[in-house]
Antibody
Framework: EVQLVESGGGLIQPGGSLRLSCAAS????????MSWVRQALKKGLEWVSI???????KYADSVKGRFTISRDNSKNTVYLQMNSLRDEDTAVYFC????????????WGQGTLVTVSS | DIQMTQSPSSLSASVGDRVTITCRAS??????LNWYQQTPGKAPELLIY???NLQSGVPSRFSGSGSGTDFTLTISSLQPEDFATYYC????????FGQGTKVEIK
C-alpha cells in the first residue's frame, strides 16, 4: 500500500524554524515528483514546493528563499525546512506524490499542522 | 501565475441531483486541468486529471470537460458521500488551485 506520513508540525514563533518530514512507504521518493501543498485553516490549497526525480527543486514565490525541500533516499523521506516563519505560513502542510511526472497529485499524506504565533 | 476561478463558491443540492461546477483559467491551459474532492479534516483526493480522465476508483457519475480556459466538473446523480468541497487545479505551469466549491445538502 502506498502511504505518505507527515510529521514535524507544531507551534512556532514568528521568525522561527521548523522541519517537516514526509515518510513514504510503497513508493520510492527518489523516483517520483514529490510536492508540499498547504492549506490555511478553512482556506484553499496552495502549492509550496516540488522536488523532482532528478533532484531539481522549485518553490512558490511566497516561500522562495525561506523554505528548502530535500530528500533522504536511504530513509525514503522528503523534508521541508522552513525558516523565517511568518504568521501567514500557518497551515496544514500536505505531502503529495504526482501520479506521473508533474503536478497531478494522486497520493496525499494526512497533513501536519504548523501554527506560527507569538 | 495563472489564476483559477471556480463558480459557484457553494451550492445546495439534494441526493440524486445533477451538479455542475465551473472553473475558469486566466489564460489558456490546454487540457491541463485536474479536479480534487476534499471532505473536512481529510486530504484532497484526485477525481479527474487532464480535464476528463477519471482517476482509478472514482465512480463514473463524475465527469469533466472543457479546454483552453473553461472547464466543468459534473456529478450526474449526487450521492450522500459527494457532499464535500471540490477544487480545480491547473498543471500547465506553476500549479495553482481554484478557491473551492462547497457542495452542501439542501
Amino acid at each position: 500500500e502506498v502511504q505518505l506520513v507527515e510529521s514535524g508540525g507544531g507551534l512556532i514563533q514568528p521568525g522561527g524554524s521548523l522541519r517537516l518530514s514526509c515518510a513514504a512507504s510503497g513508493l520510492t521518493v527518489s523516483s517520483n515528483y514529490m510536492s508540499w501543498v498547504r492549506q490555511a485553516l478553512k482556506k484553499g490549497l496552495e502549492w509550496v514546493s516540488i522536488i523532482r526525480s532528478d533532484g531539481s527543486t522549485k518553490y512558490a514565490d511566497s516561500v522562495k528563499g525561506r523554505f528548502t525541500i530535500s530528500r533522504d533516499n536511504s530513509k525514503n523521506t522528503v523534508y521541508l525546512q522552513m525558516n523565517s516563519l511568518r504568521d501567514e505560513d500557518t497551515a496544514v502542510y500536505f505531502c503529495a506524490r504526482a501520479a506521473s511526472a508533474g503536478t497531478v497529485w494522486g497520493t496525499w499524506g494526512q497533513g501536519t499542522l504548523v501554527t506560527v504565533s507569538s | 501565475d495563472i489564476q483559477m476561478t471556480q463558480s459557484p463558491s457553494s451550492l445546495s443540492a439534494s441526493v440524486g441531483d445533477r451538479v455542475t461546477i465551473t472553473c475558469r483559467a486566466s489564460q489558456n491551459i490546454s487540457r491541463y486541468l485536474n479536479w480534487y474532492q476534499q471532505t473536512p479534516g481529510k486530504a484532497p483526493e484526485l477525481l479527474i486529471y487532464g480535464t476528463s480522465n477519471l482517476q482509478s476508483g472514482v465512480p463514473s457519475r463524475f465527469s469533466g470537460s472543457g479546454s483552453g480556459t473553461d472547464f466543468t466538473l459534473t456529478i450526474s446523480s449526487l450521492q450522500p458521500e459527494d457532499f464535500a468541497t471540490y477544487y480545480c487545479q491547473q498543471s500547465y505551469s506553476t500549479p495553482t488551485f481554484g478557491q473551492g466549491t462547497k457542495v452542501e445538502i439542501k
